[in-house]
């Protein structure tokens, strides 16, 4: 990177906010699970929006490009950068909760508070944010409302892009759009803040939110149950809705050899049946405290065992039991590492087609790789399967990833051949290009023109989604 403007970098934020050590570097450039490493000349990190704007500035007049980076949880390598000259803009120290409103249930926050410090202090202030991810310990505000994130409570709350009330962007040349308004109905010309929700960080940084809260529930029910089918996940899915009026906040499939990976590698789990093919996570949220509650959703379980829709089922008895469930779920990705390398599919189709598609995807997958391990789970309320391959015991991790680009491909293809999406919650980065490229083409020339008109330099996250 040219020094001159290192220098003018590094006196916006100060010496110890910058990092240029190469070993200092190496966490901001590597995707956690080692797909993708990068390159970068500085490593900032703004206390301010008005820093953010003054470090834009200088990126703009000097054409030197800016890839925004959160708690670098992502897995399309969005956040990655891959060229010496470019500056990484790491916004976690921008993480102060700015206000909290009960009337409007609203709080406004900064983008580089955690998921984790978000729903605690909504806790602590009696009210709820209902988005719920297994990094949420880790990832920004920030970089959930660039990538749109998704997580378990998508059936119930919707995506985050549902939870946004406001944003504050910095423009590429370094202006600020101050928006952080409460207004649910705001019909003033086009929404400007869907267009920054879900970009990934190629328009603008988002530097704060005003996002929606929720009444803090009384009591969660927490259940599992052995199934035979995802087929029969659906049904008990619409059974549930269709007959109990505790809404339904969460529902979770995971396949045997999720768990199994599971209560292998990760202390303190436990598999909840003896034998099993599927299991079915729910979670019930009430704003009232019930005594028949659990009397109701046992009721429920007990039908759809007498109908042969699920085979047994198990409410969790207290806090303690119901996070140990939860932590089977949340616990799947990281037990995955331990299996060596892992093909990731994040998609999406109409509820109908999900048994269809995962019996398809396994058959391709053991056609295409003899051996290979499929971790399967998902939210299945909302149509999205997390169609995990991991390598096979007896080939080498390069070898397993040599199948990569053919699997993908006709996994991509059974998916848009049920009218689903190859992304439905990781975004596109540099992984889902390609795909982009091919299934996408109008809505991509769209994409290009939103593109140019904001950033004429491109000088946002070059490479990423798009490319021109």
Not at 206 to 216: E, G, N, R, Y
């Amino acid at each position: 990177m040219n020094k001159e403007i290192l220098s003018k970098l590094i006196r916006i934020v100060g010496a110890s906010n910058a990092v240029t050590n190469k070993a200092d570097m190496a966490k901001y450039l590597t995707e956690w699970r080692g797909v993708y490493k990068g390159k970068a000349g500085v490593i900032l990190k703004p206390k301010t929006t008005k820093e953010v704007s003054k470090i834009l500035k200088v990126a703009y007049d000097t054409n030197t490009p800016v890839i925004t980076q959160g708690g670098n949880t992502g897995l399309v390598g969005g956040q990655i950068s891959f060229d010496p000259d470019h500056i990484i803009l790491n916004l976690v120290r921008l993480n102060k909760v700015i206000c909290i409103n009960s009337l409007d249930r609203s709080i406004t926050v900064e983008s580089g508070l955690t998921l984790m410090e978000l729903q605690n202090f909504c806790i602590q202030n009696n009210t709820f944010f209902p988005l719920s991810l297994a990094s949420e310990g880790t990832c920004t505000i920030g970089g959930n409302i660039a990538t749109n994130a998704g997580g378990v409570g998508v059936l119930y709350y919707g995506n985050t892009r549902d939870l946004v009330l406001g944003l504050e962007v910095v423009t590429p040349s370094g202006e600020i759009i101050h928006n952080l308004k409460t207004l649910v109905k705001d019909n003033t010309g086009y929404s400007l803040k869907d267009i920054f929700v879900g970009s990934e960080g190629t328009l603008g940084v988002i530097t704060a939110a005003t996002l929606k809260t929720f009444p803090l529930p009384k009591e969660k029910y927490t259940a599992i149950l052995k199934i035979n089918s995802p087929k029969k996940s659906i049904k008990t899915l619409r059974y549930i809705q269709e007959n109990i009026s505790t809404p339904l906040t969460a529902f979770e499939l995971m396949n045997k050899l999720s768990v199994q990976f599971v209560t292998k590698n990760i202390p303190n789990t436990i598999s909840p049946f003896s034998d099993f093919k599927w299991i079915v996570l729910i979670e019930f949220s009430s704003l009232e405290t019930n005594d028949n509650e659990i009397e109701k959703i046992q009721s429920i379980l007990n039908k759809l065992m007498e109908l042969d829709i699920i085979e047994d089922g198990v409410i969790s008895s207290s806090l303690s039991q119901s996070k140990e469930m939860w932590k089977l779920r949340e616990s799947i990705s990281e037990s995955q590492k331990a299996e060596g390398g892992s093909i990731k599919n994040d998609i999406s189709v109409p509820i109908k087609f999900i048994d269809e598609f995962i019996k398809k995807g396994i058959s391709i997958t053991k056609e295409i790789i003899p051996g290979s391990r499929c971790v399967i789970f998902g939210h299945i309320g909302d149509g999205n399967i997390h169609f995990n391959i991991s390598q096979p015991i007896k080939i080498k991790k390069d070898d397993f990833f040599k199948f990569e680009k053919k699997i993908r491909k006709k996994l991509v293809d059974l998916t848009m051949s049920l009218d689903g999406s190859f992304s439905a919650e990781h975004g596109i980065g540099v992984t889902r290009k390609a795909e982009l490229k091919k299934y996408k083409k109008d809505e991509l020339n769209i994409m290009k023109g939103i593109k140019k008109s904001i950033d004429s330099k491109n000088i946002l996250n070059p490479g990423k989604i798009i490319d021109y």
